[in-house]
């Protein structure tokens, strides 16, 4: 008997779930051509087979037959062909670079937010990209904006928008849907920054997580903003959600010296720890701040919730009957936060990144907006537009949006996605995830010199840190500690010798089992005096490939705990 079988009944994976993820993995992950035929293609076949088997990134590779002068023109080749070549067989170069990618398929893979797309996500990727829809505007897309915008309906009606004056796009990924969130609240708050850019009388500060993606930077950055002095990075709780009293402190000095606060950037799921922010409370905080200092155009709320967003699946979910027999260990989690994604409907606009928890492929993501009027306020003068029928520049988001040409590539898969799996797929699929990540977190208490970086986030991430069971007997005191004191320089050795312990765990296991990866920023130590904190690093697990099981886990757990047994004596 595994493990798994004899854990709490809390933790098992019910009978009715079983046969549901059981039925999901053998209809849309299988890449079966007997369901999916365009699999038959002998090209896509032969990929297939050479990926069929769970290998690491180094076998895939040195078991490629004849494989070694492939690597090498790969690696070398600089010159085009000179004459045509005929149709027929695979090209050998486009088979090798495809099945010595990374091998999402495998079982064993757990990095980052990363998904398995599903078959009818690639399925529709392909006849999107074969249709070449182009969404820059109606006159080269035609259905293909209909399709966009029926996904767009719905996910407003899933959040709880008004789905008549909610709008969105599809753009080239969560780092755009996110920049889109900074320049809704550029465009409104200072007004003729579409002309002069952000110039010198301009008074403003930006806001934003300290947790957040690296993109509530850097997008930014690409704006032209100032993000040295210009960007405040809001302070965290100890459940890495901004810190609602060092917002209004930082709000309430903007409004003071009348400076405007074009955007709030906030986080509901960090892709580290899934940390989720509060919408609401921020909402009512600006509201009244608006008030009280008489401020012209409120900021605008974007949330990042690239990661999170799959979470709006369950917003109304029947808990108390649990039809799809999601086990005890996850619903409490998963009720909590279904309660604080019920908030995203307060937010301005948001990211919704389906080549994440939606199992579609790269790239399919969309900028949400409350209001379409947001849109409005990003159009350029007509005038520039010169090429395309004025009738269509003015009815469509030519003139707002920041690319040109934009693929639908990512509108079909994503519709794919929704109609194949549907409510109940996707449903089960995040369950599935979210039951792996809180057996994973059972578990790890079960082995010495473990803990876990933030047990009470309940999401599909999970960030633990592993210290050496020989001289630290209390792993929990031992990153308490950490938190504590390790901003502190005379406890940073400290702090970077257990680091040093972890990280050298982790390369000599190497990808075995399940392939984690060590993320630098896990947790942060509390506040010193000075406001800093120092960053602490940890080695993280994401559970969103349905392939993932629990004995899986118990696997890996054999290998961490028999390796710390062993560094213990
Ligand atoms: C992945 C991620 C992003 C960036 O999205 P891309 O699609 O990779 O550009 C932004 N924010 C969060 C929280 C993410 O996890």
Redesign the pocket.
């Given at each position: 008997m595994s493990f798994h079988q004899s854990a709490g009944d809390e933790f098992k994976v019910r009978p009715g779930f079983k046969s549901r993820i059981d039925a999901i993995r053998a209809n849309y992950f299988s890449r079966d051509p007997n369901l999916w035929p365009f699999y038959r293609d002998p090209g896509l076949a032969r990929y297939l087979e050479l990926i069929g088997v769970p290998k690491t990134q180094e076998e895939l590779v040195a078991d490629y037959p004849g494989g070694a002068p492939l690597r090498e023109r790969l690696q070398t080749d600089s010159d085009i062909p000179a004459t045509m070549r005929a149709p027929g067989d695979v090209e050998p170069m486009l088979l090798y670079a495809a099945s010595t990618s990374k091998q999402w398929n495998n079982p064993a893979s757990a990095e980052n937010?990363v998904t398995l797309p599903c078959d009818p996500a690639i399925y529709g990727a392909l006849l999107g990209v074969t249709a070449n829809a182009n969404l820059v505007c109606r006159e080269y897309s035609e259905s293909a904006e209909d399709l966009e915008k029926l996904i767009v309906r719905r996910i407003a009606k899933l959040v709880g928008y008004d789905v008549e004056r909610a709008d969105g796009i599809f753009t080239q990924?969560?780092?755009?849907c996110?920049m889109y969130g900074y320049l809704f609240g550029i465009r409104k708050s200072l007004k003729n920054s579409i002309k002069n850019g952000f110039d010198k009388t301009n008074n403003y500060r930006f806001i934003c997580s300290q947790g957040g993606?690296y993109?509530n930077n850097t997008a930014l950055a690409v704006l032209g903003a100032n993000i040295e002095e210009k960007n405040l990075k809001i302070k965290m709780d100890a459940e890495n959600r901004v810190d609602l009293r060092d917002l209004e402190e930082k709000l309430v000095a903007c409004f003071r010296l009348k400076c405007a606060v074009p955007t709030i950037m906030l986080?509901m799921?960090?892709?580290d720890t899934f940390g989720v922010d509060c919408v609401k409370p921020t909402r009512d905080l600006v509201d009244r701040l608006c008030r009280e200092f008489e401020v012209e155009t409120p900021p605008h709320i974007h949330v990042?919730s690239?990661?999170g967003w799959a979470i709006l699946f369950f917003l109304d979910y029947d808990f108390d009957a649990n039809p799809l027999e999601i086990n005890d260990a996850t619903i409490v989690g998963l009720r909590r936060h279904v309660e604080l994604f019920r908030q995203l409907k307060y937010a301005d606009s948001f990211?919704v990144?389906f080549?994440?928890w939606g199992y579609a492929p790269y790239?399919s993501?969309l900028v949400m907006v409350k209001d379409r009027a947001s849109f409005k306020a990003l159009e350029h003068d007509p005038e520039q537009f010169s090429y395309f029928e004025r009738s269509q520049a003015e009815r469509f988001h030519l003139q707002s949006t920041i690319e040109a040409s934009r693929s639908a590539t990512g509108v079909f898969a994503a519709y794919a996605a929704l109609e194949y799996l549907g409510m109940e797929g996707y449903r089960t699929l995040i369950a599935h995830s979210l039951q792996n990540a809180s057996y994973f977190c059972k578990r790890l208490s079960d082995v010495p010199g473990a803990t876990l970086l933030a047990p009470h986030n309940d999401g599909p991430c999970v960030t633990f840190r592993l210290y050496d069971p020989g001289k630290v007997s209390s792993p929990k005191e031992e990153l308490a500690f950490e938190l504590r004191h390790g901003a502190k320089e005379e406890n940073r050795s400290r702090l970077a010798n257990n680091t040093a312990y972890h990280r050298n765990d982790f390369l000599e296991r190497g990808k075995s089992i399940l392939y984690t990866n060590w993320v630098e920023y896990a947790a942060h130590t509390d506040y010193d005096e000075r406001n800093a904190c120092a960053r602490i690093p940890g080695e993280k697990a994401v559970f969103f490939n349905p392939l993932i099981d629990p004995e899986r886990i118990d696997a890996f757990f054999n290998l961490l705990i028999s390796r710390q047994n062993r560094a213990k004596s």
């Open positions: 937010v990924g969560g780092t755009f996110n993606h993109s986080t799921g960090t892709t990042d690239a990661v990211a990144d080549h994440k790239a993501s």
